[in-house]
């Protein structure tokens, strides 16, 4: 039997890793039509999906670079099956960190603009 939880319980909660620490925060809930339902496929966490949310992922980037505070592991695309959420309150990672894929680049973002990115910072 499906199970109905209100998205808006979801956005912005503290996701917990298998041992307890926090990965970071869902930001977006990606889904699909399913009949009449939508089901989740993905969860995106992390400040890099906030920035993907408010489709500001390259002024985002940018800010983040120009002070240095850019690092790895600040993106994660979770999918459905890899997050408890029967307490909406408290989602919590099914599977360990190293399992999770980091998102490579910004959503969307195509080859030539990752060869660009790449060459400007050889400069």
Known sequence: MATTINLERLVGRCVLSPRGKSIGYIEEIRAE?????????????????????????????????????????????IPWDKIDISNPIKPRLL???????????????????KKFRKSRAKR
Request: charged share 25%.
């Open 33 to 77: 039509k399913d009949g009449h339902d939508l089901v989740i496929t993905e969860f995106h966490i992390g400040i890099y999906a906030a920035f993907e949310r408010l489709s500001a992922f390259a002024i985002g980037a940018a800010v983040l670079d120009a002070f240095r505070l850019r690092r790895d592991g600040g993106f994660y695309r």
């Open 95 to 113: 599977c360990p960190m190293d399992d999770l894929a980091r998102m490579k680049g910004s959503p969307g973002q195509s080859q030539d603009q």
